[in-house]
Structure formats: structure tokens, C-alpha cells
């Protein structure tokens, strides 16, 4: 029986709804959602592309939150999209131009990435074996790379997993 891939602009998609609810996984300064005169702009970016998301398809895409900041990751926490769908992928396509920055993430600082490294170690001790070790500039969390998140009950097993680890994702860049 074989799995389905995950799309990669979606993958960090499904992953972290219990570990992370409305947080993100870029750093600091590399967005620039964070800072300045940009704030508002990226803001109402962020807005829009909830909209033509919804528009294209996906009716249960989140709008951002209150501080502006929206990622994939945010998108995952809190929220039943589900992005291995046909009208995810046509969407994400469709309303690319409008995708907020930071909105796929961004790469790690060092520290970040031995933080992340110290999150993968933690998961496969809280019970998800086969969680791989993240790459600097990819999600923190790809269920596409964890098989056993596909069998019955092992995103349960995930998300319990990430609730214990959850204070050595936010020093790998997860953000509250």
C-alpha cells in the first residue's frame, strides 16, 4: 500500500495542530513580518492570500492572526486544511503571488538548527521512531518524511509527542 506524497509547498502542513497553535517557524528578522513599516503591509498581504486561498478552493483556509505573522506552520496549528487535496495545491499555485513573506518558512540560525536537531531527538523518544532529523531550511515537521504519521493513530502519537517537546520547538524557531 502506498502513501500519498505531500506537495511541497504544504509541508509542514498537517503536522504541528497540537504543538503550536497560531505560532510560526521562521527566525527572527528574515521575514520581514516582523519589523518595521512592513508590518501592516505584510499584514494585509497575509489577509489577501487567506482570501484567494479560500476563493481557489480551500473554504477552511484561517485568516492571520492578530499579529500579523502567518506561516505554513501557523496555518497547521489550528486549522482543518488539509494540503494533500487537488484544490490546495490548485490554490497555492493560484494565489503564489499574493503569499506573505515568511510564509514558507525561512533557514535556521545554527542555534536554531541544534534546537531542532534536540526536537527530532525528543519526538523519537516520546515515541515516533522514524521522525527524521529536520533540514536547515526545511519545516521543522514533514509528515511526508514520518510513515508511521500516516498509519491509524500515528498522528495522535505525533502530536502527543510535540505537546512534550513543544518548549524545544520554540528554541528552534517556532514563535508564540
Given at each position: 500500500?502506498?502513501?500519498?506524497?505531500?506537495?511541497?509547498?504544504?509541508?509542514?502542513?498537517?503536522?504541528?495542530?497540537?504543538?503550536?497553535?497560531?505560532?510560526?517557524?521562521?527566525?527572527?528578522?528574515?521575514?520581514?513580518?516582523?519589523?518595521?513599516?512592513?508590518?501592516?503591509?505584510?499584514?494585509?498581504?497575509?489577509?489577501?492570500?487567506?482570501?484567494?486561498?479560500?476563493?481557489?478552493?480551500?473554504?477552511?483556509?484561517?485568516?492571520?492572526?492578530a499579529s500579523g505573522k502567518f506561516t505554513i506552520d501557523a496555518v497547521a496549528n489550528g486549522s482543518s486544511v488539509d494540503s494533500s487535496t487537488p484544490a490546495f495545491k490548485q490554490?497555492?499555485?493560484?494565489?503564489?503571488?499574493?503569499?506573505?513573506?515568511?510564509?514558507?518558512?525561512?533557514?535556521?540560525?545554527?542555534?536554531?538548527?541544534?534546537?531542532?536537531?534536540?526536537?527530532?531527538?525528543?519526538?523519537?523518544?516520546?515515541?515516533?521512531?522514524?521522525?527524521?532529523?529536520?533540514?536547515?531550511?526545511?519545516?521543522?515537521?514533514?509528515?511526508?518524511?514520518?510513515?508511521?504519521?500516516?498509519?491509524?493513530?500515528?498522528?495522535?502519537?505525533?502530536?502527543?509527542?510535540?505537546?512534550?517537546?513543544?518548549?524545544?520547538?520554540?528554541?528552534?524557531?517556532?514563535?508564540?
Amino acid at each position: 500500500m502506498s502513501r500519498p506524497r505531500r506537495p511541497p509547498a504544504a509541508l509542514a502542513m498537517i503536522a504541528m495542530v497540537a504543538l503550536i497553535s497560531g505560532c510560526g517557524s521562521s527566525a527572527p528578522g528574515e521575514t520581514g513580518i516582523g519589523g518595521g513599516n512592513n508590518t501592516a503591509a505584510n499584514a494585509q498581504k497575509a489577509v489577501k492570500f487567506a482570501e484567494c486561498m479560500r476563493s481557489n478552493g480551500v473554504s477552511q483556509f484561517p485568516d492571520p492572526g492578530a499579529s500579523g505573522k502567518f506561516t505554513i506552520d501557523a496555518v497547521a496549528n489550528g486549522s482543518s486544511v488539509d494540503s494533500s487535496t487537488p484544490a490546495f495545491k490548485q490554490a497555492i499555485s493560484a494565489c503564489t503571488h499574493l503569499e506573505p513573506a515568511g510564509f514558507m518558512g525561512s533557514k535556521r540560525s545554527s542555534q536554531q538548527q541544534q534546537a531542532a536537531l534536540k526536537f527530532a531527538q525528543c519526538i523519537r523518544e516520546d515515541g515516533v521512531k522514524d521522525f527524521p532529523d529536520p533540514i536547515p531550511n526545511g519545516p521543522l515537521v514533514d509528515t511526508g518524511r514520518i510513515p508511521s504519521a500516516a498509519e491509524p493513530g500515528g498522528m495522535s502519537v505525533l502530536r502527543a509527542a510535540m505537546q512534550k517537546c513543544r518548549d524545544v520547538a520554540t528554541a528552534a524557531g517556532v514563535t508564540r
